[in-house]
């Protein structure tokens, strides 16, 4: 489920929706290996609110977002044995909700646990013990709707005689943000960024450490703020609305807490509390 809160500055419009993902996050990663080649595959029910590498352009409709993996996309793997940290890579050349990941590992090796997306930090490390950060200041592109930092982690759920499965569940929450300028002081301007600020103690961005073995996770150095950039910078055309997501550290944050919104184009900021 979506939550939305809607804020209104004069006719200017941002409605942002935070998802509490942890309930409905069941990507599926099918798979067979043998002898150090192994391949996994990763498939996702459209019917539900779940959060890839890119969101589908073409769906936008209600709670359900639609969502694809990308042709750049990789997975860390870690072998039942010697093996952590394998870069599993996405074979496809477009962007597709059903993708095939190839990797190596150790002759005799079943994949045991997985997380998205993979970084070379995290080589040599246990899978109880990896690092990650949601950034501070993020980017979104209209035209390619590529997200940052979805972590995700997956263990194993089984395995048969043709291949292996794994449950991806999601680490953070996913902010959907709706942005329409039509009749106000800033219709025409281009967009630049919007930036969403807690009270001090909140988290929305920062360090952290996580296991890929239950998705348990220790906050680093946070802050209570995340910026979103348009790499697009649009035009705010009048009766358009624009929409970018972007991904938080939902930690701390309680009802009636006040959520500040700032949004900067090339000629005004305006803020809303």
């Not at 994949?111 to 200041?137: F, I, M, R």
């Not at 194993?156 to 959907?176: D, P, V």
Request: proline fraction near 3%.
């Amino acid at each position: 489920m979506i939550h939305k809160f809607d804020m209104k500055l004069s006719a200017l419009v941002a409605a942002m929706g935070l998802a509490a993902l942890s309930s409905c996050s069941d990507d599926v990663l099918n798979g067979w290996g043998k002898k150090g080649n192994t391949t996994l595959t990763a498939s996702i029910d459209d019917a539900r609110m779940e959060s890839r590498t890119c969101i589908d352009p073409k769906s936008y409709s209600g709670n359900v977002t639609g969502v694809l993996w990308t042709p750049d996309d990789c997975l860390g793997v870690f072998g039942d044995a010697s093996t952590k940290n394998a870069q599993f890579t996405n074979v496809e050349t477009t962007n597709v909700a059903k993708a095939s990941f190839k990797g190596d590992l150790a002759d005799g090796e079943s994949p045991l646990y997985a997380y998205y997306p993979y970084s070379a930090d995290n080589d040599g490390k246990d899978p109880s013990a990896l690092s990650g950060t949601v950034s501070a200041e993020q980017t979104f592109s209209l035209s390619t709707g590529l997200l940052t930092d979805d972590w995700k982690y997956g263990t194993l759920k089984g395995s048969t005689s043709s291949g292996y499965e794994f449950q991806m569940n999601h680490l953070f929450a996913l902010a959907k943000v709706t942005v329409n300028a039509t009749g106000s002081p800033v219709e025409g301007e281009t967009l630049e960024s919007i930036e969403v600020t807690l009270p001090t103690g909140n988290t929305l961005s920062g360090d952290f450490t996580f296991s890929a073995v239950d998705g348990s996770y220790t906050l680093g150095t946070c802050t209570n703020s995340v910026k979103m950039v348009w790499s697009d910078k649009p035009a705010l055309t009048s009766g358009k609305s624009y929409i970018g997501y972007l991904t938080l550290i939902p930690e701390g944050v309680k009802k009636d807490d006040k959520i500040t919104i700032c949004l900067t184009t090339n000629k005004h900021t305006a803020t809303y509390e």
